[in-house]
């Protein structure tokens, strides 16, 4: 046991270097038995360590070659001065330790949480599930005394945000909705996004509270799914403006997925009460949004009609708007007629 | 001499204090030149020494044929493998320019601002970039974003068109040219993308990550098309 490893430390001065670093890290001093004291708690992979002990045999290598050359001139020195020439280099290589191990722990601190791979299984999906699921979010399903199936998924969620975002930005571009302090993109980023996952945080904190069996992906993506409904509601109400028909697909394409969610929610949670707060929270955020979203982005022309008119205006007057300039000109000059003769 | 032989047994850590004094007085000399030998290669010191014009053309040149492939998408990978960020870079900042300022009301600023759109087109192509990362592409990260960056070409030449046509007029008629230019040009930079970039996905999830791009593409195109100039 003893002759390799003395073998073995006799060799490492320069040639054995990638072997020779991990002995020298991993149990100290070369014998063939592990010494759990010696342990570094705090390693990730081995492999990881021993490519870090390798590279950094490689740099010591290296400045060793270039020491070796200078040496001669430090010791001079380190001799005429005595105590002071002793210290400074054993303070170098105190250092130059220190660096190394704040190094090593700084990438590998870097390597765990900047790791893109973490949200690798949330992506996984093919065409025909993402399709499938976003059919499903509208249908409720009836089975409730057995909990129901909720994907883990992150990209149909996503990529649903995203065409909200767009269809949002379309609704504020043909009402001509006024941010005054903010931009219309980061206005619809904002909103969006912020509902996403701030109400997915509050149910989730709410399923907490109530016992429920969800978990956070599973809450992201449920309530991802169900922003189709919105997706659909308000890209007809944006494009064809009667308020009797937004009411309606407010009532139906909202209320089927916002039915799904809560189905959903109440097969994974227990208790009358606990169903109640939980499902009629999510119902009512669910709902109001849809109609805040339609009701504060798709202002219609009473800013221009009082500019244009002034203080004989009522103010409260609606008129529908549609993208080609020379008929709103025309809507409004007629709007404008309307106005002057009441 | 001494030192060296002290190394060997302390261990590299500590190796110079083994032996700390010196028996005779070596006056240091030589010569300080690294061989030149094989270590760095000969390209990086022969182009410091050109003159600017050349490493100006070359560059310009580089960014000149992507735009062709870009212009003609023929599913060549000259546009993945040098990658550069210049093109992306300037026809980003012209786009801005030229969507800055354009709103129907002049009370308050409603048209998108340089920033909005310089991050709008950044971030989205860093999104997408992620996405199809994520969804297992086999392309770098800069790849992508230079592709997606190359790609914007149609819709600034839509601009321009769009600028051009609002000069004459802005009835019906120059929002119907408008329309169709944009959504032409629109097209043309998604299937241009999507030439390049479909290629690096596996083959039954083209469709997850050309919507993405398509999103972007029709964010981007919307901004264009309702340009209005005070």
Redesign the interface.
């Known amino acids: 046991m003893s002759a390799p490893g003395a073998a073995a430390s006799g060799g490492r001065s320069g040639t054995a270097a990638d072997w020779g670093g991990f002995e020298d890290n991993m149990q100290g001093g070369g014998s063939a038995v592990i010494d759990m004291e010696n342990m570094d708690d705090t390693s990730g992979s081995s492999f990881e360590d021993m490519g870090e002990m390798h590279q950094r045999m490689k740099e010591e290598e290296e400045e060793e070659e270039v020491e070796g050359e200078a040496g001669a001139a430090e010791e001079e020195d380190g001799e005429f001065l005595g105590m002071k020439g002793l210290r400074g280099q054993l303070g170098r290589q105190v250092a130059d330790q220190m660096w190394q191990v704040g190094k090593r722990q700084a990438s590998r601190a870097f390597s765990l949480y900047a790791n893109i791979d973490i949200l690798r299984p949330y992506f996984d999906v093919e065409p025909i599930q993402v399709r499938a699921r976003l059919l499903e979010s509208m249908i409720p399903v009836k089975m409730i005394n057995f909990p129901q199936k909720i994907a883990g998924e992150l990209y149909g969620p996503l990529m649903l945000v995203f065409t909200l975002v767009a269809i949002l930005l379309h609704g504020m571009k043909t009402s001509d909705t006024i941010i005054r302090e903010g931009t219309l993109m980061g206005t619809a980023i904002g909103t969006c996004f912020g509902y996403w996952l701030g109400v997915s945080s509050f149910i989730y904190f709410l399923a907490y509270l109530c016992n429920a069996q969800i978990t956070m992906v599973q809450m992201l993506s449920l309530l991802g799914y169900g922003l189709f409904g919105h997706c659909i509601t308000l890209f007809v109400t944006y494009n064809i403006h009667f308020h009797s028909l937004f009411y309606i697909f407010w009532l139906g394409v909202g209320g089927l997925s916002t039915l799904r969610m809560v189905a959903v929610l109440v097969s994974r949670t227990v208790g009358h009460t606990q169903r109640l707060i939980l499902c009629g929270t999510l119902a009512a955020l669910h709902m109001l949004f849809l109609l805040y979203l339609h009701f504060a982005y798709h202002k219609v022309v009473e800013g221009i009609l009082d500019t244009l008119e002034g203080p004989n205006m009522p103010p409260f007057q609606r008129v529908a708007r549609d993208i080609p300039v020379v008929s709103s000109a025309v809507l409004n000059t007629t709007a404008k007629a309307n106005a002057l003769t009441l | 001499m001494a030192?060296?032989e002290g190394?060997?047994v302390g261990?590299?850590?500590?190796?110079?204090?083994a032996?700390?004094?010196?028996s005779e007085d070596?006056p240091?000399e030589?010569e300080i030149t690294v061989p030149v030998g094989s270590r760095s290669p000969d390209e990086d010191y022969s182009t410091l020494d050109e003159p600017v014009r050349d490493t100006i053309m070359r560059d310009l040149k580089a960014v000149g044929k992507k735009f062709v492939h870009v212009m003609y998408p023929k599913k060549s990978s000259a546009l993945l493998r040098d990658w550069d960020l210049w093109g992306p870079l300037v026809l980003c900042v012209s786009l801005a320019l030229m969507l800055q300022g354009g709103s129907?009301?002049s009370?308050?600023d409603?048209g998108?601002?340089f920033a909005?759109v310089f991050?709008?087109i950044w971030f989205g192509a860093v999104?997408i970039t992620?996405?199809s990362?994520?969804?297992?592409g086999t392309i770098s990260f800069f790849q992508s974003l230079c592709v997606l960056g190359y790609c914007v070409l149609p819709l600034t030449v839509a601009m321009l068109v769009c600028r051009l046509v609002l000069l004459a007029g802005?009835?019906?008629v120059s929002?119907i040219i408008r329309l169709i230019v944009v959504v032409a040009m629109f097209g043309w930079s998604t299937l241009a993308s999507t030439a390049f970039l479909a290629d690096s996905q596996p083959p039954?999830?083209k469709?997850?990550v050309v919507?993405?791009i398509f999103?972007f593409y029709?964010?981007i195109s919307?901004m264009i098309l309702?340009f209005?100039p005070q």
């Open positions: 030192a060296a190394s060997g261990g590299p850590l500590f190796a110079g204090l032996d700390v004094s010196i070596i240091v030589g129907a009301d009370k308050d409603g998108p601002q909005e991050v709008i999104v992620l996405n990362k994520l969804l297992g802005s009835g019906t929002f039954n999830r469709a997850l919507y993405p999103l029709f964010v919307w309702t209005t």
